[in-house]
């Protein structure tokens, strides 16, 4: 049997949060809205509209592509994008073909290397809404600003793409904060190509992309499954042709929905109704990143001393990283960042994590609380007294429990250090 | 009081000096354009009732709008049965300035069909008569808005230029036609033809008024990222303090220009040598490259900005697209596809690029250029049918500038053996209107125009 090698590269789209869409001001917040109620005759692409475009997008878009460190062009421009569609207002989708606003990056993950190819800025289409035997477009989404990321087809394997597509949405939504990234709302999107090489390294002469995929588990499943089906496929010497696939995550199946055998002419052209773009590279070098996830992990495990799995831990939700931070700013704090990091790690949340945002509490109540457990937590008292530190957090952690809400630590841990005081 | 052939800016005065009322005035030209509409074909959509205004600098003067000019609640169909029942809901952005300086909308002007054409003949609707003949074309495509003027329905319209669809049809029908630099004017609401070349314009009787009328248009638009920021001067002050010029005539543009023309211009040059102006030969690139670039670029725009026109929406599918727009969807598509487009829209990107850099170097030896309009005057209606690529031949000496994206303006510089209009253009630099604007000024000061306007609207009395 001849030996195979899964070849994948990854399209992914991530609509942005911004306040209005991309070409005009209506609302880019279309979820659960009235259907074409966020609509104005440029996203509707009536006669004599003009797109304009938002600066803000396009600064996100500079920003997603620094940190996944690409080269961030200083030329740039729009171009048209022809294709028919019920959904697409005017017979063409704003995007970007031979100067996107980057290129060039990679991501490092697994302590591999994958390589970017493009980021880049496009408008999203409308919606078909099937019901009862008619079509209907909702346009609300037409307009919104989405920016794709393609990368070169440098995955072999699903665990790394779901490592690298997790780490991907972790940034964008969490550290970047510049679009949900909600798979199920559809505002990120994964496209996988997949193929098999008999020689690594080595593109065969087709490709299978599997669209409509709303998981990070269910991208996994669907590697899984063609690498499966093409290795099967390409034993039995059956030629492989370009093709699109849906999944089918009932059944854990791809399926086929059209062949990509002819090459899709979209009679791209530059956008004449939006003046190209030039960046100084010195307004390009000052735009700032935060700490990146990688980068405070690093910092947790080399300056704070937490373990791989505490700091990974913390840093997967930055909510939990912002209240680490805020609890071991505190002075002398910064001894027991380990203690304070499985504090934070063990506390229960309830499911929408409103942890940052605490709620005002009655002051009789934290000090009802507080009493309640010190009485039945003698034994921790005593730790504390004796110079446990650990047993602060024990109890603290205890105290939230009985409050039941999120309250404001800072406040709380006071409040409980002062009276622990008192009754020594 | 007899308000036949008074210009806006007469007019304004008289309201002004209270001797008419905005009502009268309006009124007046209400009645006007209901009583030759029906020989001439101008208007589209004609407004049974004026909804004038009293406030503004323009006075309630009601304004003819080319039909590609977007009007709230009021159809709007570039000439096209496909947009026959499109009512927009929102103002073009030259129709809401104007109407935000005190005027108001007498109708909608017939144009070719998308406007696509140069003679009106491509329109849905029939095509306009030119007021100096009517078995002659007017020109196009804003021939409706050209005839309003040259018939005095109107002292002013508005038209709209992509190569010399203002300035021809002024020439043609003897009138001032004012092209302004592309940017200048916002397209916002103006139904695209060709986006890289589109350019709202005036017809007008006098230079003055499309002066004051450019001055209320221009400048920049939040909704049109294509507009410039460079500040819009006072034109109608400008032209006042005349000027001393260093005019270029090229020589390719009087080739193959038909004798009459040639001969008025060239008195026209006396006369501004008389002034005092500086008149030298200059050589510009031949206006038959521009035929070309400009043909492929603006069929590819087409092909791209009639997409939307898919038939899902505005009640029409594309079987109602006229013959002239399916060979420019088609022609339009073929030079964007793929395999095609490196040999002839990219080429003709980089052809404009040198057209562009044709005109620099003639600006660097000159302040304004001067050279026919058309090489020919108003021709028979139904000519156009006999040539391919008419509206191309029409308009060459119109498509260097407009593939530069430069101003021009067409003025009347006398008439042929015919008895019909001939028509000069002065070129300048981008953003300088007031130059040209200045040289044209002092022209019609000299001439009136040799009364052109006056002869003519005696076969259109009140």
């Known amino acids: 049997m001849i030996k195979y090698y899964p070849i994948i590269g990854l399209e992914i789209h991530v609509e942005l949060n911004t306040k209005s869409k991309m070409f005009c001001q209506c609302s880019a917040d279309y979820f659960n809205k009235k259907p074409n109620s966020e609509v104005c005759p440029v ?33 740039s421009k729009f171009d048209r994008k022809h294709y028919f569609y019920p959904d697409l207002p005017k017979g063409y989708q704003i995007s970007q073909y031979d100067q996107p606003f980057a290129n060039n990056g990679f991501l490092l993950i697994n302590d591999k290397k994958f390589r970017i190819q493009r980021v880049h800025l496009e408008e999203d289409a409308g919606k078909l809404i099937h019901k009862s035997n008619a079509t209907y477009v909702d346009f609300n989404r037409a307009g919104v600003p989405l920016v794709e990321i393609v990368t070169k087809p440098d995955f072999d394997n699903s665990t790394d793409i779901k490592d690298f597509l997790e780490y991907l949405h972790l940034l964008i939504q969490q550290y970047l904060k510049v679009s949900n990234a909600n798979m199920e709302e559809g505002s990120m999107r994964l496209e996988p190509n997949i193929s098999l090489t008999q020689k690594k390294g080595v593109l065969p002469g087709y490709k299978i992309e599997v669209k409509n995929i709303n998981s990070f588990k269910f991208v996994k499943k669907t590697v899984d499954f063609e690498i499966d089906r093409q290795t099967k496929l390409l034993n039995k010497n059956v030629k492989l042709k370009n093709e699109t696939r849906g999944y089918d995550e009932n059944k854990a199946i791809t399926f086929f929905q059209r062949t990509k055998e002819e090459a899709k002419d979209y009679r791209y052209f530059p956008e004449p109704d939006i003046p190209p773009f030039t960046f100084l590279k010195k307004d390009l070098d000052k735009i700032k990143l935060p700490e990146l996830p990688h980068e405070k992990l690093q910092r947790y495990k080399s300056d704070l001393k937490l373990t791989q799995n505490q700091a990974l831990l913390l840093t997967k939700d930055i909510r939990k990283a912002e209240l680490f931070e805020k609890l071991i700013s505190k002075e002398n704090s910064l001894n027991n960042a380990g203690k304070i990091a499985n504090f934070i790690i063990n506390r229960s949340y309830d499911r ?18 507080i009493k309640i457990v010190l009485k039945s937590n003698q034994k921790a008292v005593n730790d504390y007294s004796s110079g446990k530190d650990n047993a602060l957090f024990f109890i603290l952690g205890q105290v939230i429990k009985v409050i039941g809400k999120n309250v404001d630590i800072k406040e709380l841990k006071s409040e409980l250090i002062k009276q622990m005081k008192s009754i020594k | 009081m007899k308000l036949i052939g008074k210009t806006l800016t007469e007019l304004l005065s008289l309201i002004d000096k209270k001797q008419i009322s905005e009502e009268e005035t309006a009124n007046y030209f209400l009645k006007r354009a209901i009583k030759y509409n029906r020989k001439l074909n101008v208007f589209i959509n004609l407004r049974n009732k004026i909804k004038f205004q009293k406030k503004g600098v323009l006075k309630g003067i009601p304004i003819p709008f080319k039909d590609n000019f977007l009007t709230k609640d009021i159809n709007t169909s570039a000439a096209s049965n496909l947009l026959k029942d499109f009512i927009p809901p929102y103002n073009s952005t030259v129709v809401q300035r104007l109407l935000n300086n005190g005027s108001s909308i007498l109708g909608k002007t017939n144009m070719d069909a998308w406007a696509h054409g140069s003679s009106t003949e491509t329109s849905d609707f029939g095509p306009t008569k030119n007021p100096w003949d009517i078995t002659r074309s007017p020109g196009g495509s804003s021939g409706g808005s050209a005839a309003a003027v040259s018939a005095y329905l109107s002292p002013i319209a508005i038209g709209s230029e992509t190569a010399g669809s203002v300035r021809q049809p002024a020439a043609w029908c003897g009138i001032v036609g004012l092209k302004p630099t592309y940017g200048r004017v916002s397209r916002y609401g103006v139904i695209a033809m060709g986006s890289s ?16 009328i450019l001055s209320l248009i221009a400048g920049k638009d939040k909704y049109d990222a294509t507009t410039s920021d460079i500040s819009v001067p006072n034109y109608q002050y400008l032209i006042k303090s005349p000027k001393k010029y260093k005019i270029g005539i090229p020589e390719e543009y009087l080739k193959d220009t038909e004798k009459d023309i040639k001969n008025n211009i060239l008195d026209a040059v006396k006369i501004y040598e008389k002034m ?5 030969k200059i050589k510009l690139m031949s206006p038959k490259y521009s035929v070309s670039v400009y043909t492929i670029i603006q069929r590819a725009e ?9 038939g899902l929406r505005y009640g029409k599918t594309r079987d109602f697209f006229g013959e002239e727009a399916k060979k420019r969807i088609m022609l339009g598509t073929f030079t964007l596809s793929q395999g095609y487009v490196d040999e002839y829209y990219k080429k003709a990107q980089k052809i404009r690029t040198l057209i562009i850099e044709d005109f620099n170097k003639a600006f660097k030896e000159v302040d304004l250029i001067l050279a026919p309009t058309t090489p020919n005057t108003a021709m028979k209606l139904g000519e156009s049918s006999k040539y ?9 000496l119109n498509e260097p500038s407009s593939v530069a994206g430069l101003p021009g303006i067409s003025i009347p510089s006398g008439l042929d053996k015919k008895e019909l209009p001939t028509s000069m253009q002065i070129i300048g630099r981008s953003f300088e209107e007031e130059s040209i604007l200045n040289l044209a000024y002092q022209f019609e000061q000299e001439t009136n125009f040799f009364n052109l306007y006056e002869k003519q609207s005696k076969n259109y009395p009140d």
């Open chain 2, 302 to 310: 087409v092909s791209s900005n009639l997409s939307r026109y898919d």
């Open chain 1, 43 to 75: 996203c509707l692409g009536l006669p004599g509209a003009l797109p304009v475009p938002n600066q803000k997008a396009i600064e996100y878009t500079q920003i997603i592509a620094k940190a996944l460190n690409c080269k961030l062009n200083t030329q």
């Open chain 2, 388 to 396: 391919s690529f008419f509206g191309e031949l029409m308009d060459r």
């Open chain 2, 197 to 212: 070349l589109d350019c709202p314009g005036v017809l007008a009787l006098s230079v003055k008024d499309s002066a004051i």
């Open chain 1, 352 to 369: 929408n994590m409103k942890i940052s945002e605490p709620e005002q509490i009655d002051k009789l109540d934290m000090t009802k609380a």
């Open chain 2, 276 to 280: 005092g102006h500086k008149i030298v």
